[in-house]
Every structure is written in C-alpha cells, then in structure tokens.
C-alpha cells in the first residue's frame, strides 16, 4: 500500500551544518493497517511524516502509494489527508467550515458535508465549538478540529503528527478508542507519531521506533518486546525498562557462564542455543545481559539484593534491590512485604536473559518471547 525506499533527508540551511533527519529508511506499510513512528523528540518522526504527505522533498529514495509513485507530486494530489502538530487551521474559518472546507472543494452534496461534519465532530467531541473560530478555543479543541479535519476526508492515507499531545489523559483514553474503531471499520491506512508507548500500543497495529534518523524496528509491540532487533529498542520499549547489566563470558560445561562481577552468575546451556548465537558467544568476552522486570521473582532465589525502594502502584509492587552496586528493578503483581535496607532474594532464570553483544546487537532472546 504505502512503500517508502531508501528514504533519506537532510536539512541543508547556510551556515549550518547540514542535519541528517532521516537515513536510508525502508518501510512498507499495509492497506488497513495503523503504524505508530515511536521515538524520542529529534528522531525524524515529523519529518518522516512530512516526506510523506509532501511537505518535505525527500533528499534521496522513493515513496509508492496503492502503486503510484507520488514523492514528486505535490501534497494536494497525493489523496494523503495529514493532522498537524501545530494545527494549522485557517483562522478567518470557523471550526466548522474548518473541517468542511476539503469536503466543499470535492464538491460533496450539502447535505453529505453536514452528515460528515456532524458525525466526526461528535467523535472528537466538539459539536459545542463548530461556530467558534480557531483563536477562540482552546489548544486541546484546536487539536481535535485538525484531527478531525485530517479524519473527514477521502484519502488514501491518514497520517497525524502527535494527534493527542494537548489532551488531558482520559479523553486522549476515550478518543483513541474511537478513532481506532473508526480507522479499522472503514479500513482506513494510518500512520501516526507519537512519543508515547503507551499510546503507540492502544492505537497501533506496528510501531515503527526511530531513533538518530534510523529505523531500529518495524514490528508489533509484542515482537519489539520480545525479540528486540537490539539493545536500544530493548531498552526503549517496556515500563520500567529492561534491567541492563554487563557479564563475562566463560566457556563451562558446553555452554557458557555469564558472570556479573562476583555477585550473580547464569549457566546458558549450549544445547538451547543456535548456532549463530554460540559461535558468537565463542568469541565475544563481554556482553549485556537484559531482563523485563516482570520476569524477576522476589523472595526466592540466590541474588540477594538490598532493597532501596517498594512501591505498591495500586496494581502492582515495583521493588528496587541494589546488588553489588547495580540496581535491580522486579515488577510483582501483589503486594510485597520488603522494608528498605532490608536483604531480600531475587530470581532471575537464565532462559529469562536476553544477551546482546557489546556493540548492541542481539544475541539470543529470551525463551518463549
Ligand atoms: N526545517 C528544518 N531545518 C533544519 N533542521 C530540521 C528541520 N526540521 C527538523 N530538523 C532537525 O531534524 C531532526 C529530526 O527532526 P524531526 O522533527 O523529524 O524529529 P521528531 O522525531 O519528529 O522530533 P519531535 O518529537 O521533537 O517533533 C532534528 O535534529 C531537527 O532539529
């Protein structure tokens, strides 16, 4: 549906040094499917989106949408409808005419308009507003009016520059429902910018995560939690984050020992490991050892950790345990009776260890992710 090729941009001002957004980007997204380009403030996400929807050149690459080549058309003859950041709604309009304004260009029946108008206002919740002008509302109804200007159209594909960043939690909760069951009953193709997870897995079919202008992995949040492409979308993904440690590697019994300084060690058997992964482990001494917090089982097991901090979350116990200077983070489901200062044990199971080399690339997941 959507086929992005090679993309790169770079931002040449004079006197400048040129930035590099976006690099050598490839991605392929499906008719129907909703995308989330997920990634901290600089990553390239905007300008991405940008590329996409024609207000941007693209340096190098090509975009393909339902098989038309469109990165050198301009952005009105792309059928890509777009919501802004910054809004960008036309001032001397009102919301209404606002959100009408691409549907009277196409020349839609009156009373078609009026439906669509209607019907989309009452999703994002600003029927009360549709004879306001765009400086008397407020930053979060000027936010649903663009959203909802980018939704009322007829286009191959929606894309929405950090759609609900203004709103308070529970309506951004509310509104993404909606919009997820409007895009899927009406198939609609959408890709969305976010630097909110929690968001990017509501919404999303895939999370595309960009970090420095590159595309570190385009899958599921369940695959990119997982089976991480790498360290960082190991770390970047998952609340609270991997715990991270480095280990030695020796060679023992066929397999291999990982060992933290002198505190834990973990046996990696060599027959539950693929080939790659043991020859790599052969030949690597140092490596970085990660597990999801939710895998640590507390009051058990031959970690001993001094607990620094217990936290119940109303759902959920976070126990912070500092083990030879390196802290670790478990995640319990009930509540855990554990003091600061105290000396607790924790569990960590070798089949739980993602391993990555030093450079960052994977190794071996985790079993069963
Ligand atoms: N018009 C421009 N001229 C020069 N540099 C730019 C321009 N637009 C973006 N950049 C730079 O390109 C890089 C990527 O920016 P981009 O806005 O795409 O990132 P982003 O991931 O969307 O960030 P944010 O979440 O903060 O919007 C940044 O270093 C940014 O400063």
């Not at 001002?13 to 392929?28: N, Q, T």
């Not at 308070?168 to 009953?185: D, F, H, N, T």
């Not at 126990?319 to 044990?345: H, K, N």
Request: aromatic letters at 4%; proline letters at 5%; glycine letters at 10%.
């Amino acid at each position: 549906m959507l086929e992005l090729r090679g993309i790169d941009k770079v931002y040449r001002s004079r006197g400048k040094e040129p930035v590099h957004a976006v690099r050598a980007l490839d991605m392929a997204v499906e008719k129907g499917e909703i995308v989330a380009l997920l990634g901290s403030s600089g990553c390239g996400k905007t300008s991405t989106l940008r590329m996409i929807a024609g207000f941007e050149d693209v340096s190098a690459g090509s975009i393909a949408l339902g098989g038309r080549r469109i990165h050198e058309l301009p952005p009105a003859r792309r059928k890509v409808a777009m919501a802004f950041e910054g809004y960008s709604l036309y001032p001397p309009l009102t919301v209404r005419e606002n959100i009408a304004f691409a549907l009277k260009s196409a020349q839609l029946p009156r009373a078609e308009v009026t439906r669509r108008v209607g019907e989309i206002a009452r999703l994002v919740e600003i029927e009360d507003i549709l004879d306001s002008y765009p400086r008397a509302i407020s930053g979060g109804q000027q936010q649903r009016v663009s959203l909802a200007r980018a939704l009322v159209r007829d286009a191959d594909l929606y894309l929405l520059d950090e759609p609900m960043g203004q709103l308070e939690p529970q309506l951004r909760a509310v509104l993404r429902g909606r919009i997820k069951s409007l895009l899927a009953e009406r198939g609609m193709t959408a890709i969305f910018v976010t630097h909110d997870q929690t968001e990017a897995s509501a919404l999303a079919d895939r999370i595309a995560v960009m970090e420095g202008g590159l595309l570190q992995q385009f899958a599921s949040e369940k695959e990119l939690k997982g089976r991480p492409a790498n360290l960082f979308v190991a770390s970047f993904i998952g609340e609270p984050p991997m715990n991270l440690l480095d280990a030695e590697v020796t060679r023992s019994d066929g397999g291999f020992r990982l060992s933290v300084g002198t505190d834990m060690g973990f046996d990696i058997a060599g027959a539950g490991l693929d080939v790659e992964a043991a020859k790599t482990l052969a030949a690597t001494p140092q490596v970085r050892i990660g597990i999801r917090p939710q895998k640590i089982v507390v009051g058990t097991g031959d970690v001993r950790v001094k607990v620094v901090s217990n936290q119940w979350l109303g759902d959920q116990s976070h126990v912070a345990g500092d083990c030879g200077g390196r802290m670790l983070i478990a995640v319990i489901p009930g509540r855990v009776a554990a003091r600061p200062g105290e000396i607790i044990s924790f569990a960590l199971e070798p089949r739980h260890l993602h391993i990555f080399g030093s450079d960052g690339t994977y190794i071996r997941h985790a079993e069963g992710a």
